[in-house]
């Protein structure tokens, strides 16, 4: 167990619908981070959060979004999905930058 | 366009030998510079890291090689064992991370008996 949990595991929805993946960071960590992994692809940095507000941006698109709360577990929206979106999306935690960053095991996330 | 490159989709390598992963980038902004090993269904886990002040780190039986003036990077393990098959990702950043990690797309690295 990493100390990254990130909920559900697994998500089967249509196209068009609206999902919200969730993630609890390692106990002491600020930061959140989301990736997305497309099939045969590496890890895109989707967008970070630092102690609620947003930090960083990265190849996220329009239709996604995130937050993160004050007890600092995070969300990350994805509505109008299309079949491109199927995909693993990982969360990491980090209490300082890239230096030691926790992956979560991801949710896999299929759009039919 | 990919910054980071994982030129090897898969390599197989008996047990016992030496395996190494290779890894090109092209961003020269790029300071820092990590090993992930990720198993099916668990998210990556963090091997190995060297910033671009230094040449080599080794740690155990892991051993990363940056070369900044051809933009690359290698990764030793030596030597080999079942459990690290796995697949490798390298990963790099600037600026202390502001932006997040850039991915290659991984090697299968399959440890055969």
């Known amino acids: 167990d990493s100390g990254v949990t990130q909920t559900p595991k697994h998500l089967i929805t249509a196209t068009g619908q609206r999902v919200t993946l969730r993630c609890s960071p390692r106990?002491?960590?600020?930061?959140v981070y989301w990736y997305q992994q497309s099939l045969d692809q590496g890890l895109q940095f989707l967008i970070q959060?630092?102690?609620?507000?947003?930090?960083a941006k990265g190849n996220i698109l329009e239709r996604f979004s995130a937050q993160q709360f004050p007890d600092l577990h995070s969300e990350l929206n994805l509505s109008s999905l299309e079949l491109g979106d199927s995909a693993l999306y990982f969360c990491?935690?980090?209490?300082?930058?890239?230096?030691?960053?926790?992956f979560g095991s991801g949710t896999r996330l299929t759009v039919v | 366009d990919q910054q980071v490159k994982q030129n090897s989709p898969s390599l197989s390598v008996q047990e016992g030998r030496i395996s190494i992963l290779n890894c090109d980038y092209t961003?020269?902004?790029?300071?820092?510079f990590l090993w992930y090993k990720k198993y099916p269904a668990e998210g990556p886990t963090f091997l190995i890291s060297?910033?671009?002040?230094?040449d080599k780190n080794e740690d155990g039986r892991f051993t990363v090689f940056l070369n900044k003036s051809a933009k690359h990077l290698s990764l030793h393990i030596v030597p080999s064992q079942p459990g690290d098959s796995a697949v490798y990702f390298c990963?790099?950043?600037?600026?202390?991370?502001?932006?997040?990690?850039?991915f290659g797309k991984g090697t299968h690295l399959i440890i055969q008996p």
């Open positions: 060297i910033s671009s002040i230094k």
């Open positions: 961003n020269s902004m790029f300071d820092y």
């Open positions: 990963a790099a950043s600037s600026g202390g991370g502001a932006d997040g990690l850039t």
């Open positions: 106990s002491g960590d600020l930061s």
């Open positions: 959060y630092y102690n609620g507000e947003e930090r």
């Open positions: 990491a935690s980090s209490s300082g930058g890239v230096y030691g960053y926790t």
